[in-house]
């Protein structure tokens, strides 16, 4: 996993102060990784256009100029007059080789974005939202320096943003380019070096961007086994069985040796998987939430009380009683909706989708605090896991998985590996990252996967 911070700035003042690095140094090698990649990628005869503003993100782009110059087909549009002192001086190398600035916009084979990077501290006025509208209705390759011009630290958007093909994020990974809103921004993500190892860059954090080399599938060591070696989980059915339904295919799929649905009337379901009327003797997890619809408090208490790990998904976040349960057994995997139905009742907050939405990262951190050893999984485009006072983000997702029946495929895996005996946040992780790259292995198209595609897929990671 990598590291994510809220705010770059701070790291990139330690080495000036600590290492004896220069503004200037780091600057050079924020323009010239853009270079290299352009070198790389496309032929000589290309057109650049690079959009560039007043500040220090506007010198990246006159720097990148100079690079790219001769090499390329280099023009500049200056948004606005150079202020900070790096942009007066790097549009006084850009000058003095005459390089070309023009006064229209124009679709170059490649546009790179250097208006704003992490210093946007105030609404766009018209002539830049009709200037970055311009730009995003180009069908050119598309490049943002650092961040993609109009999305702003926290990662929203207040009037309209530069929508990429690649971002490249100086330093280190930015909560910003990670909100929900930004997926559909910022394309690639490309970390670039700025003259030190990132080690040395970057200090302790307490988010991370989780890789897929941090799945840690159920694969078996030992040869001598049984069904029971492996776990026994149990699904709680409700109203709709067929959410549990769903969810028990994909937890037996994930390894769980025994999966029982326990519902209190005869169904007619998949012959592998048991029913039950009561938990089993040799249960190791259960699941409940996912098409509960009503249940009575006396009978949702018995079984909160029981000590098994627990995944906690759906219906179950509209049940106050759960507030006395969230300890150290328990995962919970709310969508938005069902997340700030769980901040009212924890007495955390009380907010609108629309605020938690814009601010994934601060209510998260929020239920953490008061939660620190509950496991929280909150869905989005980009997942948000949380335990400990650290955040994990998933941002494998894609619009495939919006799709009835994807969370109830996600909350039988996290319960599958429960029910092996993983440790809740590392079930969470494994299983939310198989989730989201089984899902990218779906190739027919964006919008046709159902649950058994998904789980057909799981088995093949
Ligand atoms: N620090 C380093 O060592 C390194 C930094 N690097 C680069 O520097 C970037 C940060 O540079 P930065 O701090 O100069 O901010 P930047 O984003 O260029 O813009 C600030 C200017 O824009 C203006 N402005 C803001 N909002 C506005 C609006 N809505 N409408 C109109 N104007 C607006 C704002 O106005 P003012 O506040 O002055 O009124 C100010 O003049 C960073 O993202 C990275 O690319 C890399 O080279 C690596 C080394
Ligand atoms: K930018």
Redesign the pocket.
């Known amino acids: 996993m990598k590291k994510v911070f809220d705010e770059v700035?701070s790291l990139?003042k330690r080495v000036?102060k600590d290492f004896f690095l220069s503004?200037e140094i780091?600057?050079e090698?924020?323009?010239n990784s853009i270079f290299n990649y352009i070198l790389k990628k496309f032929r000589k005869n290309k057109t650049i256009l690079i959009v560039c503003?007043?500040?220090?993100?506007?010198?990246?782009g006159l720097a990148l100029a100079r690079l790219l110059h001769k090499n390329f087909n280099v023009k500049i549009y200056i948004v606005?007059e150079p202020?900070?002192a790096m942009?007066k001086l790097q549009y006084k190398r850009a000058k003095s080789l005459n390089i070309e600035f023009v006064h229209n916009l124009f679709e170059a084979d490649i546009i790179v974005d250097?208006i704003?990077?992490?210093?946007?501290?105030?609404?766009?006025?018209e002539n830049?939202i009709n200037l970055i509208a311009s730009l995003n209705s180009f069908n050119s390759f598309k490049i943002a320096?650092?961040?993609p011009s109009g999305i702003d630290i926290y990662g929203q958007i207040i009037n309209i943003a530069y929508k990429s093909d690649i971002t490249f994020t100086?330093?280190a990974y930015k909560t910003s380019l990670f909100s929900d809103t930004a997926k559909d921004y910022v394309g690639d993500i490309k970390l670039v070096n700025?003259g030190v190892h990132k080690d040395i860059f970057q200090i302790d954090a307490d988010i991370f961007l989780l890789e897929k080399k941090d799945m840690v599938l159920p694969f078996r060591n030992n040869k001598n086994s049984h069904k029971g070696t492996f776990g026994h989980l149990n699904i709680i059915a409700g109203e709709k069985i067929g959410a549990s339904i769903i969810s028990s295919k994909a937890a037996f799929s994930f390894g769980a040796g025994l999966v029982t649905i326990v519902c209190s009337k005869e169904q007619n379901i998949t012959e592998y998987i048991m029913q039950s009327r009561n938990i089993a003797q040799n249960c190791t997890a259960i699941a409940i939430g996912m098409g509960l619809g009503e249940i009575y408090d006396k009978n949702l208490e018995e079984i909160l009380e029981l000590n098994f790990p627990k995944v906690f998904d759906a219906d179950i976040f509209y049940k106050p009683l759960i507030v006395n349960y969230l300890d150290e057994n328990i995962v919970l995997t709310p969508h938005p909706k069902e997340f700030i139905s769980l901040l009212k009742l924890t007495n955390i907050a009380d907010i609108s989708i629309e605020e938690l939405q814009n601010n994934r990262f601060l209510y998260v951190k929020k239920f953490c605090k008061k939660y620190p050893k509950t496991t929280l999984l909150l869905k989005g485009a980009n997942v948000l896991i949380a335990k400990d006072n650290k955040i994990y983000i998933n941002s494998y997702g894609t619009q495939v998985l919006s799709k009835g029946g994807s969370g109830d495929v996600l909350s039988g895996l996290i319960a599958s590996l429960l029910a092996q005996g993983y440790e809740p946040l590392n079930a969470t992780i494994s299983a939310s990252l198989a989730h989201t790259l089984a899902s990218k292995k779906y190739k027919k198209n964006n919008y046709s996967l159902n649950p058994n595609d998904l789980i057909k897929k799981v088995k093949k990671l």
């Open positions: 700035a990139e000036v503004e780091l600057m090698h924020a323009s503003g007043c500040g220090n993100n506007g010198a990246d606005k202020k900070s942009a250097c704003f990077g992490t210093g946007l501290n105030k609404k766009l006025d830049i320096c650092d961040i100086m330093g700025l």
